[in-house]
DNA sequence: CTGTTAGCGCGTTCAT
DNA sequence: ATGAACGCGCTAACAG
């Protein structure tokens, strides 16, 4: 049988006291005499009361101690990291995250981010999957802080925390060109979001001052979604005069690459982007960065524009270290 | 300037109508003239009109297309598997998920949880990290389904959805010792969880039925919270007569032996438990599972019951696969 | 320290 | 096809 919930009012009756002095056990304890407090909660023990939070919030006009977080792709290690980081922040300020996920498209985002929104969330943060984040925008006129993350957003003005993309695959590359290196390979997939095409920049600078020429071969092959990582490095290394080094733009990518060259005598030297678990076992070198930090800075931010959400919106750029650990420093074959 | 947030009156203003058929466009979207939607929807773009879910939720007593999601452990990549599955079933049911993560202590767990229930969800899934769920008790008895993954939830009647550990476990042992082992470790830390002791279990069956007496010195690292993975494979090996083989009990702690045995001319065989990322590139014997089926299971489980909350829990089991790629077929070293 | 009144924004009666 | 009134569960304001 399913029994009706009970309310605050019928904790209140059973308790003997009026509904808003039951309320304040749930709220402002102080003033309320402990033995008013100790009728209340056994009574609520008894009916198994459990505050409704809608309702409260409802009252209060939303729910300013819950943040939300919109997380595109579930399967990235990456995500998880930066959502670690978030919920550490917020641990510090006593609020609550709540982490809505979508099948990585674009109106997935939408729809997870009207939600959240509709829960009337004090601060909302996401990595954008979608090209456009215009849909927030009447949101964030009203107040409520908008933060992106690893991506800006687009047609929003809104605060954003990313990486210095450009700057660490410049670094990389460079490294690959100090040791030798002429022919270098980028390689990624997908191509086109933000993120990669900041990278990609990025290493076109190191060629360019370096002098080397690029090679539109090694380009073919960017983006192409039909093609598993792993087939797209062998591609690469199929060609005649191959890349002698390799640029992963993801660590899909780079694991891709791994098992591409599992069993060649002279493998190219390999960097990738973003760290992984298994990274040092491999000798894998590559570009790395804080992903924990990166949740705690768009925490931090969202809390501060609570306080004041008329400032102008900033974008926070964190570095990229390359740890090198032996795939990155192999000297060219040929 | 903080304006105020319009609602569906003043959207209904707007447009001329009352606030019920306002309403209505939002829901019951057939019952209005074409011409009136038309005027309502564009009074509530001038606005930015965004319904509000928390007092639609409350005139309808819960949320019941948003599930929970309760998980602790998030860096660990088999959960985000089970996030995954879980989403997928939903989505196809027009169900939004949300998660609720805590920093993997007893009381962030219950905290969280309350959290989500406060918010009248209409299912809540959980991983359980505290031993103790009897404070779900009650929301279990008023009809919301909970739940529990991985791990079968304690002191609540519950839906579970968990692995065959101990049957996994002991075709790992049995393998080993079918290539010769006599010497084999069980590692693990914590050890102290239900999956742990199950996984345990079946290594002691399959030692026992082999009529391999227990190595009790291999047994005195179990559960050594104050070292690491790493440094616990190596305190094994450092024994005189060394096991010949380890099981390492989850992910860590495989990872901690691989890196552990890196420079070893003769490794000791290995099998872990959980696949991971980079498992085939390393060679590495795993027992392996479907995380996303384990999250798909569970979503449905839940599904089920919200249309049925009287029928009898059940406990699903899922099996795994023992998957040899090198590590574990090693013979004994001596 | 405690109770009364009113209303948060929406949807469910009933009417028309 | 549309509208009026009431109430979901809770708490802010004001008493007392």
Same mark, same amino acid.
Do not use: W
């Given at each position: 049988?399913?029994?009706?919930?009970?309310?605050?009012?019928?904790? =209140?009756?059973?308790? /003997?006291?009026?509904?808003? &002095?039951?309320?304040?056990?749930?709220?402002?304890?102080?003033?309320?005499? #402990?033995?008013?407090?100790?009728?209340?909660?056994?009574?609520?023990?008894?009916?198994?009361?459990?505050?409704?939070?809608?309702?409260?919030?409802?009252?209060?006009?939303?729910?300013?101690?819950?943040?939300?977080?919109?997380?595109?792709?579930?399967?990235?290690?990456?995500?998880?990291?930066?959502?670690?980081? $978030?919920?550490?922040?917020?641990?510090?300020?006593?609020?609550?995250?709540?982490?809505?996920? &979508?099948?990585?498209?674009?109106?997935?985002?939408?729809?997870?981010? *009207?939600?959240?929104?509709?829960?009337?969330?004090?601060?909302?943060?996401?990595?954008?999957?979608?090209?456009?984040?215009?849909?927030?925008?009447?949101?964030?006129?009203?107040?409520?802080?908008?933060?992106?993350?690893?991506?800006? =957003?687009?047609?929003?003005?809104?605060?954003?925390?990313?990486?210095?993309?450009?700057?660490?695959?410049?670094?990389?590359?460079?490294?690959?060109?100090?040791?030798?290196?002429?022919?270098?390979?980028?390689?990624?997939?997908?191509?086109?979001?933000?993120?990669?095409?900041?990278?990609?920049?990025?290493?076109?600078?190191?060629?360019?001052?370096?002098?080397? #020429?690029?090679?539109?071969?090694?380009?073919?092959?960017?983006? *192409?979604?039909?093609?598993?990582?792993?087939?797209?490095?062998?591609?690469?290394?199929?060609?005649?005069?191959?890349?002698?080094?390799? $640029?992963?733009?993801?660590?899909?990518?780079?694991?891709?690459?791994?098992?591409?060259?599992?069993?060649?005598?002279?493998?190219?030297?390999?960097?990738?982007?973003?760290?992984?678990?298994?990274?040092?076992?491999?000798?894998? &070198?590559?570009?790395?960065?804080?992903?924990?930090?990166? /949740?705690?800075?768009?925490?931090?931010?969202?809390?501060?524009?609570?306080?004041?959400?008329?400032?102008? #919106?900033?974008?926070?750029?964190? #570095?990229?270290?390359? $740890?090198?650990? /032996?795939?990155?420093?192999?000297?060219?074959?040929?």
């Amino acid at each position: 049988m399913v029994q009706r919930r009970a309310t605050l009012a019928d904790v =209140a009756r059973l308790a /003997g006291v009026s509904s808003k &002095t039951a309320s304040r056990v749930f709220s402002d304890k102080d003033k309320v005499s #402990p033995a008013t407090i100790q009728a209340v909660l056994s009574a609520a023990q008894r009916l198994r009361f459990r505050p409704n939070a809608l309702a409260r919030n409802l009252r209060h006009g939303g729910a300013p101690h819950t943040f939300g977080f919109v997380m595109g792709e579930l399967e990235n290690p990456f995500y998880y990291a930066v959502a670690a980081g $978030i919920q550490s922040t917020l641990d510090d300020h006593g609020i609550t995250l709540i982490v809505a996920t &979508t099948s990585e498209s674009a109106e997935g985002e939408q729809r997870v981010a *009207d939600e959240l929104l509709a829960q009337r969330v004090g601060a909302l943060l996401l990595i954008p999957v979608s090209d456009d984040q215009a849909y927030l925008q009447g949101e964030r006129q009203l107040g409520t802080p908008v933060i992106s993350i690893d991506r800006p =957003a687009r047609n929003l003005i809104a605060d954003s925390v990313v990486l210095q993309n450009r700057e660490g695959a410049r670094q990389a590359t460079l490294s690959l060109i100090e040791h030798g290196h002429r022919r270098i390979a980028y390689a990624c997939n997908p191509a086109s979001v933000f993120t990669q095409k900041e990278r990609l920049a990025g290493y076109h600078d190191a060629l360019q001052g370096a002098g080397i #020429p690029l090679d539109v071969r090694f380009e073919s092959l960017l983006d *192409d979604l039909n093609r598993a990582p792993e087939e797209v490095i062998r591609k690469l290394l199929a060609m005649e005069a191959p890349p002698t080094a390799i $640029i992963a733009g993801n660590n899909r990518m780079c694991i891709g690459a791994l098992r591409a060259m599992r069993e060649m005598v002279h493998p190219p030297a390999l960097i990738g982007f973003d760290d992984f678990n298994t990274a040092d076992i491999l000798d894998v &070198t590559v570009v790395s960065y804080d992903a924990h930090e990166l /949740g705690r800075r768009a925490a931090q931010l969202a809390i501060e524009r609570m306080v004041d959400s008329s400032a102008p #919106p900033i974008q926070i750029e964190l #570095p990229t270290y390359l $740890i090198r650990r /032996g795939s990155g420093e192999r000297p060219p074959t040929q």
